[in-house]
């Protein structure tokens, strides 16, 4: 059987779509950050809806709701599943 | 790895949480109004020490540490917090132990921080906030699992309620029970360096070692002198040629073990169905529905700030002014009278006045914030505030600042990033606010006396456009030039709503008004007795007429002095006495310009005063208040600073007089450089 992996940036997500983290890149301390929220290589998020003007981002990672901008999510890789 | 030390007695403890895990009402909830604010020594950063009773009624206190996600610095704010933890500050003693506030809810992330805590080597207790909350979740969570894993009492509890307050009061009274826990594994490789790392900062210092662990992973480590950052810098470079990322490695170690421990200790139940709060959520953040509910909710607070606090400050004013006239009636009439009356009184009320609508304002702000609702307020804002640099938590201190600049100050406050809430400091006064109104209405009434309340209108909002798009320009420019700096990542979180605590609300409410009366009352003080000196002296005889007494005081003296400077906006001195003597609160212009023509009792809709401008030629005996003055004169007021409380406070919450000074200094030249580009490009123009 073959699975289906589609890598994609998780600025593209759209609501309702979820995956894992693969990688993110960005400097060093933004990086930092992401993890110490909780967002992990292997984390799970769910995108669960965009703000009324497109931008930013809602998502859900360990239970709970963290908004970030379309900008840094596009830092982020995905591994939708 | 782990160590039990004993304390022999805990007095001094210090509370740490996420934001939104309810520290606050717990730090409420056990020292009530007990509370000292003030800032540490020689820094801004705001201290918040309560003092409460042991179970058996000792005396202790309680520092609050600001909410946070991480020990990791990133701000000036949290590097007072990890000195303080470190036992760093002459003026904090290093607490006996550490109250963790975690939201039950949210566990995993709220347990990162806890995990940094105990790396600390404190004794720790960890108040399992919200149970309540995260059993109608259907989160279950084992509390003798967790004491295990963590190896320091867990206290379920309900701040909200009280709920568990008393056992979390048992364990603080309890020296047996204050333990220093476990902490996540590391790699032994990290280890190694960081003992290595901990022998080149400080051999003999207790805390070497902490400080280590702390330092090798901050990417950012320019508030520390050579040698210490290269040693640092030598340290995360070996780490990495080990293959081992010293930002990352730790969080992960921390995550994983984090992750172990709740595997055993959470239960969850039932399927995940939509809460309440998402279901609020899909209307409140909604396309349509959001800004309705958004437009409907920022209306009713501005609705409220200008009619309900219409009454107090109405209240205020008579009560002012009976105290000046009692004063009038006690002191003989003189200097002192004078001073006390016209000056003290008038003066201090002139601010206090503003009250009102600080207490409204931080009301509502509160029951936003508690809510939860404030968050959704600047992920629906963020957007647009994005496009000139600036977070989605600045949009609330702008939107105050159009019923007062002082409440909007005072509300940056939930801005973390440092540069960001000194741009929106900065920019907030330009935001049109009610101070103005009188004015705006005296000039509109002088340039349209036979106007439509359209017309009239029409120009009030060309004002209220011109302070709105000069703040944000101002903020993109601050942004791009002195203040610049990455524009910081959004990273909000939208905790779940839940029903404000009124309690807390108005606790907090009444701790900015105190805050606001203090602080900017000992400056308003000081200063309303410099202005009214300068009103006053040198004097005329006492039969003099009161516009002549003006004229020829250092008020008046300093209106002729920049004549020449307000000439090319066709001003006289006359209209640059007003302009002085309302440096200190823009809506004396109108007063200032009753006694300049020897009118009594005027305010802006009195048509003797509209008349008397109107009528008013220059010395080549045209017409002094031309269309082009009146609209340069209100240009001047929107732009320009002219208001003392604002001073006073941007200095209390800058903690320096740098940004005030600048601040009147810039919005000053932009007021006069709109002035004069609507006068003389007017004229241009073929206007008058």
Redesign the interface.
């Known amino acids: 059987m073959m699975t289906l992996i589609a890598a994609k940036l998780l600025s593209d997500c759209k609501p309702g779509e979820s995956g894992k983290i693969r990688s993110m890149e960005m400097d060093t301390a933004s990086r930092q950050r992401l993890l110490e929220m909780g967002l992990l290589v292997g984390s799970r998020i769910d995108v669960i809806r965009l703000a009324p003007l497109g931008d930013p981002m809602e998502i859900k990672v360990r239970g709970y709701l963290l908004s970030l901008r379309k900008s840094e999510a596009g830092m982020i890789h995905i591994e939708t599943v | 790895m782990k160590t039990s030390v004993r304390v022999s007695s805990a007095r001094n403890f210090a509370i740490a949480g996420n934001p939104n895990c309810g520290k606050s009402t717990l730090f409420n909830a056990l020292t009530g109004l007990r509370q000292k604010i003030g800032n540490y020594p020689g820094v801004t950063v705001e201290r918040k020490l309560g003092e409460f009773r042991g179970l058996h009624g000792e005396p202790m206190t309680l520092l609050d540490l600001p909410g946070t996600?991480?020990m990791?610095v990133?701000s000036p704010d949290e590097a007072v917090s990890r000195d303080v933890l470190l036992g760093k500050r002459k003026d904090t003693p290093r607490p006996d132990a550490i109250i963790c506030v975690v939201d039950a809810?949210?566990l995993?992330?709220n347990l990162?921080l806890v995990a940094q805590i105990l790396e600390l080597e404190l004794p720790v207790v960890v108040a399992l906030n919200m149970v309540d909350v995260a059993e109608a979740a259907g989160i279950r969570i084992d509390v003798p699992a967790l004491e295990q894993a963590l190896g320091v009492p867990v206290i379920p509890m309900v701040a909200r309620t009280g709920r568990g307050v008393v056992d979390l009061k048992a364990v603080l009274s309890d020296p047996a029970r204050l333990k220093v826990g476990a902490t996540a594994p590391m790699d032994p490789a990290f280890e190694r360096e960081i003992r290595s790392l901990a022998e080149n900062l400080d051999p003999n210092s207790p805390v070497a070692k902490i400080e280590a662990a702390l330092w090798i992973?901050q990417?950012?480590l320019d508030e520390l002198p050579e040698p210490q950052r290269m040693w640092i810098e030598q340290s995360q470079t070996r780490l990495k040629s080990a293959g081992l990322d010293p930002?990352?490695a730790p969080?992960?170690a921390r995550?994983d073990w984090i992750q172990e421990l709740c595997a055993d200790a959470v239960h969850r139940s039932g399927s995940e169905s939509a809460s309440v709060s998402d279901k609020l959520?899909?209307v409140l953040?909604?396309?349509?529905w959001?800004?309705v509910a958004f437009a409907s909710m920022m209306a009713l607070v501005f609705f409220s700030i200008f009619t309900v606090a219409a009454y107090p400050m109405e209240w205020i004013d008579t009560a002012f002014n009976a105290l000046a006239d009692a004063a009038r009636a006690v002191i003989p009439a003189g200097d002192f009278q004078s001073l006390v009356a016209d000056g003290i009184i008038a003066g201090v009320g002139g601010v206090v006045i503003f009250l009102p609508q600080i207490l409204v304002l931080f009301f509502f702000l509160g029951l936003l914030e508690d809510s939860g609702y404030m968050?959704r307020a600047a992920?629906?804002m963020?957007?647009?505030m994005?496009r000139v640099g600036l977070h989605?938590k600045s949009f609330i201190p702008l939107l105050s600042s159009f019923a007062c600049a002082i409440p909007g100050i005072m509300a940056t406050r939930t801005i973390e990033n440092r540069k960001d809430r000194q741009v929106t400091i900065l920019v907030a006064p330009l935001m049109s606010c009610s101070a103005r109104l009188p004015v705006y209405a005296l000039m509109i009434a002088v340039l349209l006396p036979m106007g439509s309340a359209l017309e009239k209108a029409g120009i009030l909002l060309v004002m209220y456009a011109i302070g709105t798009v000069a703040a944000f320009g101002m903020a993109w420019l601050f942004k791009k030039t002195l203040l610049r700096g990455d524009t910081p990542?959004?990273?909000?979180?939208?905790?779940?709503y839940k029903m404000p605590v009124v309690g807390t609300v108005t606790l907090r409410m009444l701790e900015r008004a105190k805050i606001f009366l203090v602080r900017a009352g000992t400056v308003i003080f000081a200063l309303s007795i410099l202005l009214w000196a300068l009103a006053t002296y040198p004097k005329l005889p006492a039969d003099a007429n009161p516009a002549d007494a003006l004229a020829n005081s250092f008020a008046g003296q300093m209106g002729h002095a920049i004549e020449p400077i307000i000439r090319p906006l066709g001003y006289d001195w006359k209209i640059g006495i007003g302009l002085i003597a309302s440096f200190a609160a823009r809506e004396v212009f109108v007063g200032t310009m009753g006694i300049v023509y020897n009118l009594e009792d005027v305010d802006e809709t009195s048509q003797s005063l509209i008349d008397t401008i109107r009528s008013q030629v220059g010395p080549d005996g045209l017409p002094v208040f031309t269309p082009l003055v009146c609209l340069g004169l209100m240009v001047f007021y929107v732009l320009a600073m002219q208001c003392i409380s604002t001073v006073a406070i941007v200095r209390r919450e800058t903690n320096s007089w740098r940004w005030p000074i600048f601040q009147i200094a810039y919005m000053t030249l932009l007021a006069y450089a709109g002035a004069l580009i609507v006068y003389q490009g007017g004229r241009l123009l073929g206007f008058q």
């Open positions: 996600y991480s990791q990133r809810s949210n995993e992330r990162y992973s990417p950012v930002f990352s969080v992960e995550y959520d899909t953040t909604h396309r349509l959001g800004w968050a992920f629906i963020d957007r647009v994005s989605g990542m959004l990273l909000l979180e939208l905790p779940p």
